[in-house]
């Protein structure tokens, strides 16, 4: 397929997520090669590019509508999920608040390997040879980016910024807002 730079699938937005997303995807495929430290400091780097570039993205007109597809298996995404368990261990559960007054224990692994499968699903779409999948990828992207894998990505970095920097979360004690 010859590029027409013109194209808004092949916008410098779109290719710099697509960038990110690789990296991030590569980064977390290889997870048992990193030592602890090591993968959170590139991970702790790689999420707010991925976020900020992603929020950069405008829908595109789908030409084919029905050209789109997910590609990350349940194998795949349990796999994914449990490297990044065992990688956390101890670091892996974490507290989120969704709604005023409500707090909950989640998982840094799995907040984490959803943003995977959504980036994942979006690299792999977007690498079909036709211009609707790579619409389908774009549109599809921003959507699981403003309802899913945005706000998950948010909530591990500061997960994630605690266990590289465990003195910040002292200044979360619960004296600190009375």
């Not at 779109?14 to 991030?24: K, M, P, S």
């Not at 959170?40 to 789908?62: C, D, E, Q």
């Not at 992207?141 to 909530?155: D, M, R, S, V, Y």
Request: aromatic content about 12%; charged content about 25%.
């Amino acid at each position: 397929m010859e590029i027409d730079p013109n194209e808004p699938v092949f916008n410098k937005n779109v290719l710099e997520v697509l960038t990110i997303g690789n990296e991030l995807c590569l980064l977390i495929d290889n997870s048992e090669k990193y030592d602890k430290y090591d993968f959170l400091t590139v991970l702790h780097r790689l999420l707010p590019l991925l976020y900020l570039k992603a929020s950069l993205l405008k829908k595109v007109a789908a030409s084919n509508p029905d050209a789109s597809e997910r590609f990350v298996t349940e194998e795949q995404y349990e796999l994914t999920y449990q490297a990044l368990k065992k990688l956390f261990s101890t670091g892996d559960l974490f507290y989120v608040t969704p709604k005023k007054d409500i707090t909950v224990k989640v998982s840094l692994a799995e907040f984490l390997t959803d943003v995977y499968q959504d980036i994942k699903d979006f690299i792999m779409l977007y690498q079909k040879p036709s211009i609707g999948a790579k619409e389908n990828a774009i549109n599809e992207c921003i959507t699981l980016f403003e309802k899913h894998w945005g706000p998950k990505l948010i909530a591990a970095l500061q997960a994630l910024h605690i266990l590289i920097y465990p003195v910040s979360s002292k200044i979360f004690d619960k004296e600190s807002f009375e």
